[in-house]
């Protein structure tokens, strides 16, 4: 069977309109389809060999209406774990770097002796926010970033540092009756810590959004 151009849209808006919301996945999808269907006999109509496919996707009706819930789910899941892999060989390879780690030991003895200071540490706080805002607005406000998979998941990764961050700053206090703030050398190294995490996930996500928004813009021009 011979696929137009008018038929691939078709499959496009019927995918999206089917659960499928990111770009990413979705041209997968659609490759597979069109590949199917152009090995379908030309006497079979087009919708039924199309439901078919769809059907051998993981296509399921319910009371929602119809979904590909469960390809979804296995794309988030194999996705997750790829993105992972990649970031761990990143991260260790970013770390066997001396610069990075003489960087480290700077920055942590430096955020020891503001931690003396409340007053000064207050300032540093609030100037750490911001370079995690800073990024965060940007890549958020980046249209493909809403519509690709990897990045979603990626995004999850560069930015869990500000989440490490209230994490120990916080349970200590709730729990323990500790606050982290009355002991300078607790502080330089939960800040230290934190904000290599954060630019190691930045560092890995800004490789990877350049990586994949290029394909995307690649695509927008076909």
Known sequence: MEITNEQVTYIDNLLEENGIKYW?????LLDHVVSELENTPDN????????????????KENFNGSSFEDVIKQYHNSTSK?????????????????????AFFFVLFLLYEIAHYKSILKYSMILIMVAYLIPL???????????????SHVGSLAFFGLSILNVF???PKVFFDFNV???????ALIFSSTLFYSYIGFKFFFKEFTKTN?????????
Request: cysteine-free; hydrophobic content about 40%.
């Open 82 to 102: 790829k993105i992972r892999r990649n970031f761990s060989g990143f991260r260790k390879k970013t770390l066997s770097n001396p610069l990075v780690i003489g």
């Open 181 to 187: 703030f009355d002991y300078p050398v607790v502080v």
């Open 169 to 171: 700053i916080h349970i």
């Open 44 to 59: 079979i109509d087009f919708k039924t060999a199309l439901w078919d496919v769809f059907k051998k996707l993981g296509w």
């Open 24 to 28: 990413d996945v979705r041209i997968e």
């Open 214 to 222: 290029n394909i995307y813009k690649k695509l927008k021009t076909l």
């Open 137 to 151: 607005g940007y890549f958020l406000s980046r249209k493909a970033y809403y519509k690709s998979l990897q990045l």
